[in-house]
């Protein structure tokens, strides 16, 4: 059974910084796909940031040189830096993973909120 627990997530400043970090546990195989969703209330669920298998990244338009995904394959760990933050970057933040070179995986982690306000 595959765990993904983010944390990290809080209230910060409009033009402040937050790194969430998202840990998986329980794969039995190398999950080559990790990435960041964010859902604001009253939207869809979006890609914000994706990393294949530490090679290829990819990046929604409105977070494009303000935030970074990094991991660290020997924690099973993938990290959000998020800088310059917005108050419409508010949203409930999903790490997901698949095994698979995909986007939208199979895995699911809980949500972590994070709240740009002043």
């Known amino acids: 059974q595959v765990q993904l627990v983010e944390s990290g997530g809080g209230l910060v400043q409009p033009g402040g910084s937050l790194r969430p970090s998202c840990a998986a546990s329980?794969?039995?195989?190398?999950?080559?796909?990790m990435a960041w969703y964010r859902q604001a209330p009253g939207k869809q669920r979006e890609l914000v940031a994706g990393?294949?298998?530490?090679?290829?990244?990819k990046y929604a338009d409105s977070v494009k040189g303000r935030f970074t995904i990094s991991r660290d394959s020997a924690k099973n760990t993938v990290y959000l830096q998020m800088k310059r933050l917005k108050p419409e970057d508010t949203a409930v933040y999903y790490c997901?993973?698949?095994?698979?070179?995909?986007?939208?995986?199979?895995?699911w982690g809980q949500g972590t909120q994070v709240t740009v306000s002043s």
């Open positions: 997901n993973a698949d095994p698979g070179r995909v986007y939208n995986g199979t895995y």
């Open positions: 990393d294949i298998s530490g090679c290829t990244t």
């Open positions: 329980g794969s039995r195989s190398r999950l080559n796909a």
